[in-house]
């Protein structure tokens, strides 16, 4: 009982943290979602740590037992997808251009399949994993009866005492209390997949996983840390491509003050998904198309991407008689530095005045 109430304790204190910082401090809180942010690396670390702890946990069993721990080996391949994912196969890591399918079809403009995927299938199948895998599954595994086939089939389901923890993240995920909730949600998850790979190896005692399991959260603390730093080094000045994102932000904003572009209040979507949805094609035929084309980049004037191959951004923010205009790039760091009133950071921006 104990261990169960220390080990979901563990796993929902990322909900806890983000509900914290929520209330005290919003703007913080959205910092903190963005992309390559602390955030997001610990939800690769934590799926990563997991992906190769399965991956032992199934060498293991097939040194015991012979055979192929199907199973083992597809959990534990599964998280280092979802790894993967999370940061997108390294798109913003490497400022490489993914190929022009995803720049249409996925609707962050990265190199992912989740994002292909309608929001309600991805939703759906998030609460499947949760509830599916996490709570019905582990719970028929706590039948003896059930817990035997299992077992003959090399099934391996997440211990019962995470079912709390399994079923509180599905709660919260179907709940959506704030916006960037499934971040949060996506790191608690990935931890208690760390924490379901620890507590089913083989021959390890049930506090020895705990420990195993706060010891590897500390890596993938560490480990988060640690590459947000590197990062800092690998990113630099990059002063040439700062230049010309300048110079490309100059012609949007003209584009933008024409009469041929119109925006609204209270909008914030990547360029070439506000032109798709609100009709503004003139973004692909004024001033920034026209500057790429002397300079042999149509591709990246088509997908209305910035020197570094992410998407440019335009928000329009409206409340209680301020307003905010303005397009911008995450610039040479590839996240998000800006707050929802004001551009910040390596952000490269201008404000516009809205027709």
Not at 71 to 83: K, S, T
Not at 232 to 252: F, K, N, P, T, Y
Request: with cysteine; hydrophobic share 50%.
């Amino acid at each position: 009982m104990l261990i169960g109430l220390v080990v979901n304790a563990g796993i929902l204190s990322v909900l806890l943290v983000a509900a914290a910082i929520h209330a005290v401090d919003p703007d913080l809180y959205y910092r903190a979602a963005q992309e390559d942010r602390l955030l997001e690396w610990f939800t690769f670390w934590a799926f990563v740590l997991a992906g190769f702890a399965f991956l032992r946990n199934a060498y293991a069993d097939r040194r015991a037992r012979g055979g192929i721990p199907w199973f083992a080996v597809g959990l534990g391949v599964f998280c280092l997808l979802v790894g993967l994912e999370e940061i997108s196969w390294g798109q913003r890591l490497f400022a490489y251009r993914p190929p022009e399918y995803f720049l249409e079809e996925n609707f962050q403009q990265e190199f992912n399949l989740h994002n292909v995927i309608g929001t309600d299938f991805r939703k759906l199948g998030m609460q499947f994993i949760l509830l599916g895998y996490g709570v019905v599954m582990s719970l028929a595994a706590a039948v003896p009866a059930v817990a035997r086939v299992a077992a003959r089939w090399r099934l391996v389901a997440s211990p019962v005492m995470l079912a709390p923890a399994f079923a509180i993240i599905a709660a919260v995920y179907a709940w959506y209390p704030a916006d960037f909730t499934g971040e949060w949600v996506e790191a608690a998850t990935g931890l208690a997949f760390l924490a379901c790979a620890l507590l089913t190896r083989p021959g390890e005692t049930t506090w020895g996983s705990v420990n195993a399991i706060a010891r590897h959260a500390g890596i993938a603390l560490f480990a988060s840390l640690a590459t947000l730093g590197l990062l800092r080094l690998q990113h630099g000045s990059d002063a040439e491509r700062i230049d010309v994102a300048r110079a490309e932000i100059a012609a949007l904003v003209a584009d933008f003050e024409s009469p041929r572009v119109r925006t609204r209040c209270n909008i914030h979507k990547r360029l070439y998904t506000f032109m798709r949805d609100y009709g503004q094609s003139y973004l692909v035929r004024g001033e920034f198309a026209g500057l790429l084309a002397d300079t042999g980049n149509e591709t990246r004037a088509a997908y209305l991407l910035d020197p570094w191959n992410s998407p440019y951004w335009v928000r329009h923010k409206c409340r209680r008689g301020r307003a905010v205009a303005f397009v911008y790039s995450f610039g040479p760091n590839r996240r998000r530095d800006s707050t929802e009133w004001e551009l910040g950071g390596d952000d490269i921006g201008a404000y516009f005045s809205p027709d």
